[in-house]
């Protein structure tokens, strides 16, 4: 059974750093696009940031390019989402999600249940 178990969010200032885990089970999460998408209150779901298994490139959002970073850790078969110079703006729940084939496109087939970051002082 694929599961994604998101961990990591809480309070930060306007400035700070947070780093955000996506933990995968029942798949190996190496050989498939991982995604990471925030849904702030009100807002629709953002796509955030993207990393594939077909070139190994990350792929951002213009919004948090520069700020934000993607890395894998396949032993421990999570893929984190390291955060930078958050903004208020940010806040939102922030998912992961994995795609049974191995390039970044629109469409994800597996999601976490996501996890809160807020930015606020």
């Known amino acids: 059974q694929v599961q994604l178990v998101e961990s990591g969010g809480g309070l930060v200032q306007p400035g700070g750093s947070l780093r955000l885990s996506c933990e995968a089970s029942?798949?190996?999460?190496?050989?498939?696009?991982i995604g990471w998408f925030r849904q702030a209150p009100g807002k629709e779901r953002e796509g955030v940031a993207c990393?594939?298994?077909?070139?190994?490139?990350?792929y951002y959002a213009d919004s948090v390019k520069g700020r934000f970073s993607l890395v894998r850790n396949n032993a421990k078969n999570t893929v984190y989402l390291q955060m930078g110079s958050l903004k208020t703006e940010g806040t939102a729940i922030y998912s992961c999600a994995a795609q049974r084939g191995v390039k970044c496109v629109t469409t994800f087939d597996y999601w976490g249940q996501g996890t809160q970051v807020t930015v606020s002082s």
């Open positions: 990393i594939s298994s077909f070139d190994g490139n990350s």
């Open positions: 029942g798949f190996i999460s190496d050989y498939h696009a």
